[in-house]
C-alpha cells in the first residue's frame, strides 16, 4: 500500500499539475504563437527560450509573446518590424494588440469588480446596443458577435455604458484587412488617362485652337484651366453652347456677374477712400478711348470706358466726364483723382479741386517719364545716336 500510494500523486500535486497544464494552453492561445518557433539557447550553464519569426528568422530573447506580436504588426518604438510578414496576418495582429488594449481601457473605466466574461454584463452590452440601433436606424453598425478578432468591442453613438464620452463609430472598412497595397494594383485613372489618351486630347484642343484662329496665349488665362475641368465633369457627350447662346445669354450673365464683382468692392471704397484713374489711348482703328479705373487696398478694377473720337477734348468736356465719374463712385469715397499730363487734362483736373475740395488731382508719373524721355530724344547727340541704333 505504501508503495501504490507512493507511485501516486496527492491532491495538492493532482491541482497543481491541472493548474500547469491549463496556465499553459491560456499562454500558448495566443493567435501569434501560430507564427513562431520555440529555440532554446545555452548561455553558459543558463538555458534560456527565444521566439523565432517564422517569417524572417529574426530572435526575440526577452519580451515575450506580446513582443513578438508587436513584431508581426509593425509596431515602431519598440521592436525592430518583420518586413516579411503576409499583409493578412499583419493585420490580425494589429486588430488584436487593438482589442486587447480597449479591453484594458474598458476594464479599468468600469472599476475593479468589472468581469468581461459574465453573462450579465454581456446580456448589458446587447441591450445597449440594440436599444441604440433602434433609436437611429441609419447607422450602420456590426453586432457583438460578427467579429471576435476585435475582442467583441460594441461600436456606440459617442457614449459607453456608463454614460462617459467614448470613441465615434468605426467604419465598416477597419473591419477588414486592405486586399492591396499603394501602387499594386492600377487604377481607373491610370488607365483612362494613359499617356496616347492625353496626348490624342491635347491634339483635339490645338487643332480647335488652331482652326479658329485663338491665340496660343489664350491657355494663359486663368479661366482655361477652369473650362477644362467644367467639361470633363460633364463626361461624354457633352453639347457645347453654340454661336447665338454665347453672344446673346452667356455673354449677359457673364456681365451681370461682372457687375456684382465691381460692385462688392463699394464697401472697400467707403471704408478706405479711392482713387479714379483716366487712361486715354488711341486704338488700331483711330478711335480715341478714355478708360477709367478705380483702385483701392482691395484691388484695381475696370469701371468704364469713353469713346470721345467726335467730341473735342477740351477743358470744359473733360471736366464734365470726370465729374460723372466722380458722382457714380461717389464723391465723398474719392480721396484722388489722375489723369494725363496734357494740358486739357490739368485744366479739368484743377476744376475738380475746385468743386469738391475733400479730393486732390495728380498727373500720371508714368505719362510725365513718356514725355520726358521724349524731350530727350529730339536732342541732336541722342536722336543721332538713337538713329544707328535702329
Same mark, same amino acid.
Given at each position: 500500500?505504501?508503495?501504490?500510494? &507512493?507511485?501516486?500523486?496527492? *491532491? ?11 496556465? &499553459?494552453?491560456? &499562454? ?25 519569426? $517564422?517569417?524572417? &528568422?529574426?530572435? #526575440? ?6 513582443? #513578438? ?11 525592430? %518590424? ?10 490580425? *495582429? ?21 468581469? %468581461? #466574461? ?14 441604440? $440601433? ?42 477588414? *484587412?486592405? /486586399? ?5 494594383? %492600377? ?7 494613359? +499617356?496616347? !489618351? ?8 490645338? +487643332?480647335?485652337? @488652331? ?24 463626361? %461624354? ?9 454665347? /453672344?446673346?445669354? $452667356? ?7 461682372? +457687375? ?5 468692392? /463699394?464697401? =472697400? ?6 482713387? @479714379?484713374? !483716366? ?8 478711335? =480715341? ?66 468743386? #469738391? ?13 513718356? $514725355?520726358? *524721355? ?17
Amino acid at each position: 500500500m505504501a508503495s501504490v500510494e &507512493g507511485s501516486m500523486p496527492s *491532491m495538492d500535486d493532482s491541482s497543481n499539475t491541472s493548474s500547469t497544464q491549463i496556465t &499553459g494552453v491560456r &499562454g500558448k492561445s495566443d493567435p501569434a504563437w501560430n507564427h513562431c518557433r520555440e529555440a532554446p539557447e545555452l548561455s553558459g550553464n543558463t538555458k534560456r527560450m527565444k521566439l523565432a519569426c $517564422l517569417y524572417c &528568422g529574426k530572435s #526575440f530573447a526577452s519580451g515575450g509573446i506580446n513582443r #513578438f506580436k508587436q513584431h508581426l504588426a509593425g509596431v515602431k518604438g519598440e521592436v525592430e %518590424p518583420c518586413r516579411k510578414v503576409p499583409a493578412d496576418i499583419r493585420h490580425q *495582429m494589429i486588430q488584436n494588440i487593438q482589442a486587447i488594449s480597449e479591453k484594458k481601457k474598458r476594464t479599468k473605466e468600469m472599476g475593479e469588480d468589472y468581469n %468581461p #466574461f459574465s453573462a450579465r454584463h454581456k446580456e448589458h452590452e446587447e441591450q445597449v446596443y440594440y436599444r441604440q $440601433l433602434g433609436e437611429d436606424d441609419d447607422i450602420q453598425e456590426i453586432p457583438p458577435s460578427s467579429n471576435k478578432s476585435t475582442g467583441n468591442v460594441l461600436p456606440t453613438r459617442g457614449k459607453n455604458i456608463e454614460g462617459g464620452k467614448g470613441k465615434q463609430l468605426e467604419t465598416i472598412r477597419n473591419y477588414f *484587412m486592405p /486586399r492591396t497595397t499603394p501602387g499594386a494594383q %492600377p487604377t481607373i485613372k491610370s488607365l483612362l488617362q494613359n +499617356k496616347e !489618351a492625353v496626348e490624342r486630347c491635347d491634339l483635339a484642343v490645338a +487643332k480647335w485652337m @488652331i482652326d479658329a484662329c485663338v491665340p496660343f496665349n489664350a491657355v494663359n488665362s486663368k479661366y482655361y484651366q477652369c473650362m477644362i475641368d467644367a467639361i470633363a465633369s460633364m463626361g %461624354p457627350g457633352y453639347k457645347a453652347p453654340n454661336f447665338h447662346s454665347v /453672344r446673346g445669354y $452667356l455673354l449677359t450673365k457673364n456681365v451681370d456677374e461682372v +457687375k456684382k464683382y465691381v460692385e462688392s468692392f /463699394r464697401a =472697400t471704397w467707403k471704408k478706405t477712400g479711392c482713387t @479714379i484713374m !483716366a487712361d486715354g489711348w488711341t486704338d488700331q482703328c483711330r478711335r =480715341t478711348l478714355i478708360n477709367f479705373l478705380v483702385y483701392c487696398p482691395r484691388g484695381t478694377v475696370f469701371l468704364k470706358s469713353v469713346d470721345a473720337s467726335d467730341t473735342s477734348k477740351t477743358a470744359d468736356m473733360l471736366y464734365k466726364l470726370f465729374k460723372e465719374i466722380v458722382m457714380s463712385v461717389g464723391f465723398e469715397n474719392v480721396v484722388h483723382v489722375v489723369t494725363d499730363n496734357a494740358a486739357n487734362y490739368v485744366a479739368a483736373g484743377k476744376k475738380l479741386e475746385q468743386d #469738391f475740395p475733400t479730393l486732390f488731382w495728380s498727373p500720371c508719373a508714368a505719362h510725365c517719364l513718356n $514725355l520726358i *524721355m521724349q524731350d530727350i530724344g529730339k536732342l541732336v547727340s541722342v536722336k543721332n545716336t538713337v538713329a544707328h541704333a535702329a
